[in-house]
T-cell receptor
Framework: DGGITQSPKYLFRKEGQNVTLSCEQNLNHDAMYWYRQDPGQGLRLIYYSQIVNDFQKGDIAEGYSVSREKKESFPLTVTSAQKNPTAFYLC???????????FGPGTRLLVL | QKEVEQNSGPLSVPEGAIASLNCTYSDRVSQSFFWYRQYSGKSPELIMSIYSNGDKEDGRFTAQLNKASQYVSLLIRDSQPSDSATYLCATPWAGSYQLTFGKGTKLSVIP
């Protein structure tokens, strides 16, 4: 089955710790995205990538980092510089720019 | 300024009625629009996409686009309790491929 997988489903971060959220897709999509969703809020773009080894900052990139070493994978690291990381993190992909985006199941990050 | 506005609701309709969800946007050059449904605690799933002025129907769902008024809507006919969810409107911003999302309208279908 084609789709987008995210792991883990829940993630707990301690103060000062970096954590990495996984996103993998087997849809052969070129573009991948990371969004953050806070309760009662819309989705806000963190980072996006059009091709391997290239990515761009979104609206709220501070405190986050990404890599795109493979077409299928776009991991997101939440660094200790992100002071309010508690949120629902969603990964998405699309064939090309501007086309329909499809979402993974999400990772809920909580701070201990 | 990127703006996609939706009434946050909640919008309550009785089972079997038509639910009407509305979205306005401020970017005059927006060409494509997407409606996503998001159940509580889950990720968004695509319901409809629309690119041209007018109506687009898919089963019980109809998307309506009026570019002159910068308005897009989603109608759900014969609403079912399983339609109870938050509906997100989105459009790529200013020719880019970054989708800008509204905050969503929460729909509650009452049996």
């Amino acid at each position: 089955d084609g789709g987008i997988t995210q792991s883990p489903k829940y993630l707990f971060r301690k103060e000062g710790q970096n954590v990495t959220l996984s996103c993998e897709q087997n849809l052969n999509h070129d573009a991948m995205y990371w969004y953050r969703q806070d309760p009662g809020q819309g989705l806000r773009l963190i980072y996006y990538s059009q091709i391997v080894n290239d990515f761009q900052k979104g609206d709220i990139a501070e405190g986050y980092s990404v890599s795109r070493e493979k077409k299928e994978s776009f991991p997101l690291t939440v660094t200790s510089a992100q002071k309010n990381p508690t949120a629902f993190y969603l990964c998405a992909s699309s064939m090309q720019r501007g086309e329909t985006q499809y979402f993974g199941p999400g990772t809920r990050l909580l701070v201990l | 300024q990127k703006e996609v506005e939706q009434n946050s609701g909640p919008l309550s309709v009785p089972e079997g009625a038509i639910a009407s969800l509305n979205c306005t946007y401020s970017d005059r050059v927006s060409q494509s629009f997407f409606w996503y449904r998001q159940y509580s605690g889950k990720s968004p799933e695509l319901i409809m996409s629309i690119y041209s002025n007018g109506d687009k129907e898919d089963g019980r769902f109809t998307a309506q686009l009026n570019k002159a008024s910068q308005y897009v809507s989603l109608l759900i006919r014969d609403s079912q309790p399983s339609d109870s969810a938050t509906y997100l409107c989105a459009t790529p911003w200013a020719g880019s491929y970054q989708l800008t999302f509204g905050k969503g309208t929460k729909l509650s279908v009452i049996p």
